[in-house]
């Protein structure tokens, strides 16, 4: 099955995504502009790999971002907020991201806090501090309605990884399946 990314935001981050992606270089959080991703700022997030603590800390994340967890996750490890069974596939996926410099999509339900999972559609991109070595992800999480927790299993999310290069904009389809975070 090939499913092109529907969400108009996650379309605005790619495509900003692939313009400041100069000469094939991964780009670095410093690259991103604010004022090309207006729109998507309320549901974009920004994370670092400390290799210490084996996960991600969250540099930045947006409002709506920060209501789904109760309050800012700036600061925080990953492993702070996304606790119990879904932390080690969430964090294996961020893991891969960066190991192997791929873009995520996945759709489906993207969220499961408390009560609630959230449907949508999620785009994850690597960024590198130094322009060689994929070190963070820049990410945005489009939710579209939340569902109950007995309508909906976190194992029905698709997933799909492609690698960076492979990227092109504005046709890119992408095949999505799997299961993931």
């Excluded at 930045?60 to 069974?85: K, Q």
């Excluded at 999972?117 to 994850?124: D, N, P, Q, S």
Aim: proline fraction near 5%; hydrophobic fraction near 45%; aromatic fraction near 8%.
């Amino acid at each position: 099955m090939f499913q092109s990314i529907s969400s108009e935001s996650l379309q605005i981050l790619l495509a900003h995504y692939l313009e400041i992606r100069r000469g094939g270089r991964l780009p670095s959080r410093g690259d991103i502009d604010p004022l090309c991703l207006g729109p998507v700022l309320s549901i974009i997030w920004v994370n670092e790999y400390e290799p210490a603590a084996g996960t991600f800390r969250y540099r930045l994340a947006g409002e709506e971002v920060n209501s789904v967890f109760g309050g800012s996750v700036a600061g925080r490890l990953l492993s702070d907020f996304i606790i119990g069974e879904r932390f080690e596939p969430v964090n294996n996926n961020f893991l891969k991201i960066i190991g192997e410099e791929v873009a995520m999509l996945a759709s489906g339900p993207i969220y499961r806090c408390a009560d609630r999972i959230a449907m949508g559609e999620r785009l994850a991109l690597p960024l590198s501090s130094g322009g060689r070595k994929a070190d963070g992800i820049i990410g945005a999480s489009a939710m579209l309605r939340l569902a109950d927790l007995d309508a909906v299993s976190m194992q029905e999310q698709e997933t799909v990884f492609i690698p960076v290069e492979e990227l092109d904009w504005p046709a890119q389809d992408i095949a999505v399946g799997g299961s993931g975070d």
